[in-house]
């Protein structure tokens, strides 16, 4: 999950199409450009056999500002590989308090940094 965060993050599709399940797998992959990933939080995971589990949530920054996506992915391992299948996911807009620490991860408040 970590390697495929990172690979959206670089803007790698060649990592994301090949770490995706052939039988999900979109036709093209076009990743939104302008979106900048800030950090990942795996809150759950597990396997039984071959399928595995993820919850996580990914925060990013993009030109309408601050967003939290939270999925529930599925995996399967083949050969030794795990791959991607599918997941149940949610975005939702990301509004600090102005006294809150940046999402950006600069350390200040947002009130004195992005928020301004």
Known sequence: MRA?????????TAYINN?????TRPATLT??????WLGLEVIDSGEDGDAGRV???ATCRDPAGFAVLEESSRFVREEG???YLDG???VTALKPGRN???PCGSG????KCCGA
Do not use: I, N, T
């Not at 770490?19 to 039988?23: E, F, T």
């Not at 990743?31 to 900048?36: A, K, V």
């Open 4 to 12: 495929r965060y990172s690979a959206y993050a670089r803007g790698d």
């Open 19 to 23: 770490s995706w399940h052939v039988d």
């Open 31 to 36: 990743l939104p450009s302008g979106d900048r």
């Open 55 to 57: 919850h996580f949530r």
């Open 81 to 83: 590989r795990w791959l």
């Open 88 to 90: 149940e996911h949610a």
């Open 100 to 102: 809150d620490p940046c």
């Open 108 to 111: 200040r408040k947002a009130k």
